[in-house]
Protein backbone atom coordinates (compact mmCIF):
# COMPACT_ATOMS: atom_id res chain seq x y z
CA UNK A 1 0.00 0.00 0.00
CA UNK A 2 1.20 3.15 -0.77
CA UNK A 3 0.82 4.98 2.70
CA UNK A 4 1.43 9.09 0.73
CA UNK A 5 -1.31 8.18 -1.89
CA UNK A 6 -3.66 6.52 0.75
CA UNK A 7 -3.51 9.39 2.87
CA UNK A 8 -3.46 11.85 0.55
CA UNK A 9 -7.01 10.08 -0.57
CA UNK A 10 -8.43 10.31 2.75
CA UNK A 11 -7.49 13.72 3.45
CA UNK A 12 -8.97 14.83 -0.16
CA UNK A 13 -12.25 12.72 1.10
CA UNK A 14 -12.52 14.48 4.56
CA UNK A 15 -11.62 17.77 3.74
CA UNK A 16 -14.44 17.87 0.80
CA UNK A 17 -16.52 16.04 3.26
CA UNK A 18 -16.36 17.72 6.64
CA UNK A 19 -19.16 16.60 8.13
CA UNK A 20 -17.92 12.98 7.96
CA UNK A 21 -14.65 14.00 9.23
CA UNK A 22 -15.82 13.27 12.74
CA UNK A 23 -17.14 9.59 11.67
CA UNK A 24 -14.46 9.25 9.22
CA UNK A 25 -11.67 10.16 12.52
CA UNK A 26 -13.80 7.55 14.83
CA UNK A 27 -13.39 4.28 11.77
CA UNK A 28 -9.40 5.61 11.40
CA UNK A 29 -8.24 5.74 14.50
CA UNK A 30 -10.64 2.12 15.49
CA UNK A 31 -9.01 0.18 12.56
CA UNK A 32 -5.67 1.77 13.53
CA UNK A 33 -5.99 0.39 17.19
CA UNK A 34 -7.52 -2.93 16.41
CA UNK A 35 -5.62 -6.14 16.30
CA UNK A 36 -5.00 -7.40 12.58
CA UNK A 37 -5.93 -4.76 11.19
CA UNK A 38 -3.92 -2.08 13.09
CA UNK A 39 -1.34 -4.29 11.59
CA UNK A 40 -2.04 -3.21 8.18
CA UNK A 41 -3.54 0.49 8.30
CA UNK A 42 -1.36 3.24 7.77
CA UNK A 43 -3.41 5.55 9.87
CA UNK A 44 -1.29 7.72 11.76
CA UNK A 45 0.00 9.78 8.58
CA UNK A 46 -3.48 10.37 8.02
CA UNK A 47 -3.88 11.69 11.53
CA UNK A 48 -0.69 14.09 10.95
CA UNK A 49 -2.39 15.26 8.30
CA UNK A 50 -5.66 16.14 9.51
CA UNK A 51 -3.92 17.86 12.69
CA UNK A 52 -2.20 20.18 9.73
CA UNK A 53 -5.32 20.91 8.18
CA UNK A 54 -6.83 22.05 11.56
CA UNK A 55 -4.05 24.38 11.92
CA UNK A 56 -4.92 26.05 8.50
CA UNK A 57 -8.23 26.46 9.70
CA UNK A 58 -10.17 23.60 7.58
CA UNK A 59 -11.22 21.48 10.31
CA UNK A 60 -12.47 21.80 14.22
CA UNK A 61 -10.06 20.50 16.44
CA UNK A 62 -12.04 19.41 19.01
CA UNK A 63 -14.22 17.64 16.72
CA UNK A 64 -11.93 15.47 15.67
CA UNK A 65 -10.63 14.74 19.06
CA UNK A 66 -14.37 13.83 20.47
CA UNK A 67 -14.57 11.38 17.32
CA UNK A 68 -10.82 9.89 17.45
CA UNK A 69 -10.16 9.55 21.37
CA UNK A 70 -13.42 6.68 21.11
CA UNK A 71 -12.72 5.43 18.02
CA UNK A 72 -8.96 3.98 19.48
CA UNK A 73 -10.54 3.35 22.62
CA UNK A 74 -13.06 0.81 21.16
CA UNK A 75 -10.68 -0.47 18.60
CA UNK A 76 -8.09 -1.80 21.97
CA UNK A 77 -11.28 -2.68 23.51
CA UNK A 78 -12.49 -5.26 20.96
CA UNK A 79 -8.90 -6.52 20.88
CA UNK A 80 -8.71 -7.15 24.10
CA UNK A 81 -12.08 -9.05 24.26
CA UNK A 82 -10.53 -11.17 21.53
CA UNK A 83 -7.61 -11.98 23.51
CA UNK A 84 -10.20 -13.14 26.60
CA UNK A 85 -11.94 -14.77 24.03
CA UNK A 86 -10.26 -16.62 22.28
CA UNK A 87 -6.95 -16.52 24.27
CA UNK A 88 -3.69 -17.70 21.88
CA UNK A 89 -5.59 -19.20 19.34
CA UNK A 90 -5.67 -15.45 18.00
CA UNK A 91 -1.95 -15.82 17.45
CA UNK A 92 -2.46 -18.40 14.87
CA UNK A 93 -4.24 -15.95 12.66
CA UNK A 94 -2.50 -13.75 9.66
CA UNK A 95 -0.35 -11.66 10.18
CA UNK A 96 0.65 -12.59 13.62
CA UNK A 97 1.49 -16.09 12.16
CA UNK A 98 4.08 -14.41 10.18
CA UNK A 99 5.57 -12.34 13.11
CA UNK A 100 6.20 -14.33 15.64
CA UNK A 101 9.04 -12.02 16.88
CA UNK A 102 6.24 -9.16 16.92
CA UNK A 103 3.81 -11.34 19.11
CA UNK A 104 7.00 -12.12 21.62
CA UNK A 105 8.69 -8.72 21.33
CA UNK A 106 4.92 -8.05 22.87
CA UNK A 107 4.64 -10.93 25.55
CA UNK A 108 7.93 -8.81 26.60
CA UNK A 109 6.68 -5.45 26.88
CA UNK A 110 3.85 -6.55 28.49
CA UNK A 111 5.13 -8.33 30.99
CA UNK A 112 7.52 -6.30 31.84
CA UNK A 113 5.57 -3.03 32.00
CA UNK A 114 2.33 -4.30 32.80
CA UNK A 115 -0.76 -1.74 32.76
CA UNK A 116 1.38 0.28 31.74
CA UNK A 117 2.38 -0.66 28.00
CA UNK A 118 -1.33 -0.24 27.27
CA UNK A 119 -0.46 3.16 27.83
CA UNK A 120 2.46 3.29 26.05
CA UNK A 121 1.82 0.78 23.54
CA UNK A 122 -0.52 3.22 22.19
CA UNK A 123 2.06 5.23 20.71
CA UNK A 124 4.07 2.84 18.69
CA UNK A 125 2.38 1.28 15.62
CA UNK A 126 2.91 -2.37 15.89
CA UNK A 127 2.76 -2.60 19.69
CA UNK A 128 -0.57 -0.02 19.22
CA UNK A 129 -2.64 -3.08 17.49
CA UNK A 130 -0.41 -6.14 19.44
CA UNK A 131 -0.81 -4.90 23.81
CA UNK A 132 -4.27 -4.72 23.98
CA UNK A 133 -4.72 -8.50 22.56
CA UNK A 134 -1.70 -9.62 24.23
CA UNK A 135 -3.13 -8.44 27.68
CA UNK A 136 -6.61 -10.06 27.00
CA UNK A 137 -4.93 -13.21 26.78
CA UNK A 138 -2.75 -12.82 29.17
CA UNK A 139 -5.72 -12.41 31.68
CA UNK A 140 -4.95 -8.35 32.34
CA UNK A 141 -7.30 -7.24 34.94
CA UNK A 142 -10.75 -5.83 32.64
CA UNK A 143 -10.91 -2.73 35.10
CA UNK A 144 -7.53 -1.89 35.02
CA UNK A 145 -7.05 -2.40 31.63
CA UNK A 146 -10.07 -0.25 30.76
CA UNK A 147 -9.00 2.42 32.58
CA UNK A 148 -5.53 2.62 30.88
CA UNK A 149 -7.16 2.05 27.40
CA UNK A 150 -9.26 5.07 28.13
CA UNK A 151 -6.62 7.12 29.26
CA UNK A 152 -4.35 6.29 26.62
CA UNK A 153 -6.75 7.27 24.18
CA UNK A 154 -7.48 10.70 24.34
CA UNK A 155 -3.53 11.44 24.97
CA UNK A 156 -3.10 9.77 21.77
CA UNK A 157 -5.67 11.39 19.54
CA UNK A 158 -4.55 14.56 21.36
CA UNK A 159 -0.88 14.16 20.84
CA UNK A 160 -0.47 12.94 17.02
CA UNK A 161 -2.89 15.74 16.31
CA UNK A 162 -1.62 18.85 18.01
CA UNK A 163 1.99 19.01 16.45
CA UNK A 164 0.68 19.41 13.05
CA UNK A 165 -1.90 21.76 14.01
CA UNK A 166 0.26 23.61 15.38
CA UNK A 167 3.16 23.87 13.07
CA UNK A 168 0.80 24.26 10.38
CA UNK A 169 -0.63 27.25 11.83
CA UNK A 170 3.13 28.48 12.47
CA UNK A 171 3.69 28.21 9.17
CA UNK A 172 0.67 29.60 7.80
CA UNK A 173 1.16 32.87 10.38
CA UNK A 174 4.82 33.51 8.92
CA UNK A 175 3.61 32.75 5.49
CA UNK A 176 1.07 35.66 5.92
CA UNK A 177 2.08 38.01 8.33
CA UNK A 178 6.12 37.97 8.05
CA UNK A 179 6.77 40.00 11.48
CA UNK A 180 4.94 37.85 13.41
CA UNK A 181 6.30 36.07 15.83
CA UNK A 182 3.72 33.87 17.08
CA UNK A 183 4.58 31.81 13.60
CA UNK A 184 7.59 31.46 14.31
CA UNK A 185 6.97 30.23 17.85
CA UNK A 186 4.25 28.14 16.80
CA UNK A 187 6.07 26.02 14.26
CA UNK A 188 9.12 25.96 16.39
CA UNK A 189 7.15 24.82 19.35
CA UNK A 190 5.14 22.38 17.39
CA UNK A 191 8.44 20.48 16.13
CA UNK A 192 10.50 20.88 19.41
CA UNK A 193 7.25 19.03 21.38
CA UNK A 194 7.05 16.12 18.98
CA UNK A 195 10.65 15.60 18.86
CA UNK A 196 10.47 15.74 22.32
CA UNK A 197 7.55 13.42 23.24
CA UNK A 198 9.24 10.90 20.46
CA UNK A 199 12.62 11.03 22.07
CA UNK A 200 10.96 10.34 25.70
CA UNK A 201 8.66 7.30 23.97
CA UNK A 202 11.73 5.92 22.32
CA UNK A 203 13.29 5.54 25.60
CA UNK A 204 10.56 4.11 27.54
CA UNK A 205 10.72 1.05 24.77
CA UNK A 206 14.71 0.88 24.66
CA UNK A 207 14.96 0.96 28.64
CA UNK A 208 12.49 -2.00 28.78
CA UNK A 209 13.73 -4.08 26.26
CA UNK A 210 17.33 -4.74 25.17
CA UNK A 211 16.48 -5.17 21.28
Aim: charged letters at 10%.
Amino acid sequence: MDVNAFAQSVLAVIEANQDWAGPITFLLAFGESLVIVGLLLPATVVFVGAGALVGLGVLDFWTLVMWGGPGAFCGDAVSYWLGRRYGPAMLRLWPMSRRPDLVEYTRGFFIRHGGKSVFIGRFFGPLRAMVPLIAGIMGMNQLRFQIANAASAMVWIVGILAPGAVVAFGLDEMLHHEENPVGYASAIGGLGITVLVAIWLRRQVRGSLSI
